[in-house]
């Protein structure tokens, strides 16, 4: 009896096993396999931060400078591109589905090589580069447009010759890619894998590149227990139970070897030794609702977070400013009116920002939409609008190469900079 009964437990236990989710990610022959998560010491601080306190701060936004003029210039390119980088002021690249462009003057001169691994139904995520040789290439492919999928991949291509030649890097299948970050000795992805539908459940994925041994690595394991722990702090708070509070959104390198996540619900983890220890630093779920977190960076300690708020479309937007050490209270600016997506961050007093200004013709009463960029010179209380122009079509993608020079590709696919000339 003990005998059968052991053999059916065993059968159960096998059944369970193969019916677990697991995340279909490979590397190309370029890098080496992903290292287990399971055998990586976690690390996890088993208690919470105390919540830091909120500190409102409500922006003041005039719409003229003196000093310097801002202004932009179309940029002439072969045909539409959808993503740009720069490495300076003159060295950059731009991308569509059948060309990678470089330029090594400030865009007056592009030279484009034809690239063949771009899928139709990919979407071009992102292009990084580091310096002038080593570039990536991040392609989104997603079966729907409406809803997570277990058809849905990502891949990234890596280039060592400036762009001349690409390689495979590595392939993450039944997942969603949320950023790609990339400094001189590591790489970073963050990412969630589909797990089922009804309710839509998911589960965050973080990958690691190093340069100095040239491999992915698997990190995910450390922040599944940090969620696992966020989970039960809701349920023992009797808050809603929302997956947008395990969903990973931004990522940014704060130093030569740490890396900060955001998820949608203002949770912050950090890691300092590749990710293979993980601390939460705070927990601002009980602050709103889900966000659209555009941006992530860290400055002198400090977590700046860029939101879009009034859903999808966006009405307005605010900086989210976290303490990392020591950790202290949490300020939220708030920026009404701009639609803000990209902020080149200069100190921790002085930022630029760039993205949509929708304001109301008191004549006509309709919405004139207008591409702006904006600064602070005092941590966000007050603001001057320094650029702005009529927008052509729909909302554009901006690239900062320094606080003087903002790169512009509009609805269009086409090229604009915007200098100050400074740059």
Same mark, same amino acid.
């Given at each position: 009896?003990? /005998?059968? %009964? #052991?053999? $059916? ?37 088993? *208690? ?5 306190? =909120?500190? &409102? ?19 002439? =390119?072969?045909?539409?591109? !959808? ?14 589905? +059948? ?14 090589? @034809?690239? +063949? ?41 890596? *280039?060592?010759?400036?762009?001349? *030649?690409?390689? =495979? ?19 970073? $992805? ?8 009804? @309710?839509?459940?998911?589960? @965050? ?19 599944? %227990? ?9 349920? #023992? ?8 509070? &395990?969903?990973?959104?931004?990522? !940014?390198?704060?130093? *030569? ?43 002198? #300690? &400090? ?19 976290? @303490?990392?050490?020591?950790?202290? #209270? ?16 200069? !100190? +921790? ?7 949509? %200004? ?5 004549? !006509? ?8 960029? $904006? ?11 320094? /650029? ?28 604009? %900079? $915007? ?5």
């Amino acid at each position: 009896m003990h /005998y059968c %009964r #052991n053999s $059916i437990l065993l059968i159960i236990l096998v059944i369970v096993a193969l019916l677990l989710p697991s995340v279909g990610c490979h590397d190309s022959d370029q890098t080496q396999e992903v290292e287990n998560p399971v055998s990586q010491p976690l690390g996890l601080e088993e *208690t919470f931060e105390e919540i830091p306190s =909120l500190n &409102v701060v409500e922006s003041n936004i005039a719409v003229e400078e003196t000093g310097h003029r801002w202004a932009s210039s179309e940029i002439q =390119l072969r045909e539409p591109v !959808s993503q740009i980088t720069f490495i300076d002021q003159s060295k950059g690249w731009a991308c569509n589905k +059948g060309f990678v462009y470089k330029t090594i003057d400030s865009g007056k001169n592009w030279k484009p090589t @034809p690239i +063949g691994f771009i899928e139709q139904n990919d979407e071009i995520n992102k292009i990084a580069f580091t310096d002038e040789l080593r570039g990536w290439i991040v392609l989104q492919q997603n079966a729907s447009r409406n809803e997570f999928s277990e058809k849905d991949k990502f891949r990234v291509f890596r *280039t060592l010759d400036g762009g001349e *030649t690409w390689k =495979l890097s590595i392939v993450v299948d039944s997942a969603q890619l949320s950023d790609f970050q990339a400094s001189d000795n590591a790489v970073w $992805i963050a990412a969630n894998h589909f797990v089922g539908y009804h @309710p839509q459940r998911f589960r @965050p994925l973080m990958f690691h590149f190093s340069e100095k041994t040239n491999k992915w690595s698997d990190v995910s394991n450390g922040i599944l %227990r940090i969620y696992n722990d966020e989970i039960r702090y809701l349920e #023992n708070d009797k808050a809603a139970l929302d997956y947008a509070s &395990v969903s990973l959104e931004k990522i !940014s390198i704060a130093k *030569t070897n740490c890396v900060v996540a955001v998820t949608a619900k203002q949770s912050i983890i950090q890691s300092c030794d590749d990710g293979d220890n993980w601390k939460l630093i705070n927990f601002h779920g009980r602050y709103g609702s889900r966000l659209n977190i555009n941006q992530v960076n860290t400055v002198n #300690n &400090v977590v700046w977070s860029l939101e879009a708020t009034g859903g999808i479309e966006g009405t307005g937007s605010r900086l989210v400013a976290v @303490p990392l050490e020591p950790i202290g #209270n949490a300020k939220l600016i708030t920026i009404g009116g701009y639609f803000l997506t990209q902020g080149y961050w200069v !100190s +921790g007093d002085e930022f630029v920002a760039a993205g949509e %200004r929708v304001p109301t013709d008191v004549n !006509s009463g309709e919405n004139i939409k207008k591409d702006v960029v $904006i600064r602070t010179l005092d941590g966000g209380r007050n603001w001057v609008e320094i /650029y702005s122009s009529l927008m052509k079509t729909n909302r554009g993608t901006f690239f900062f190469s320094d606080s003087n020079v903002i790169w512009l590709i509009d609805g269009d696919g086409i090229v604009r %900079r $915007i200098s100050n000339g400074l740059g």
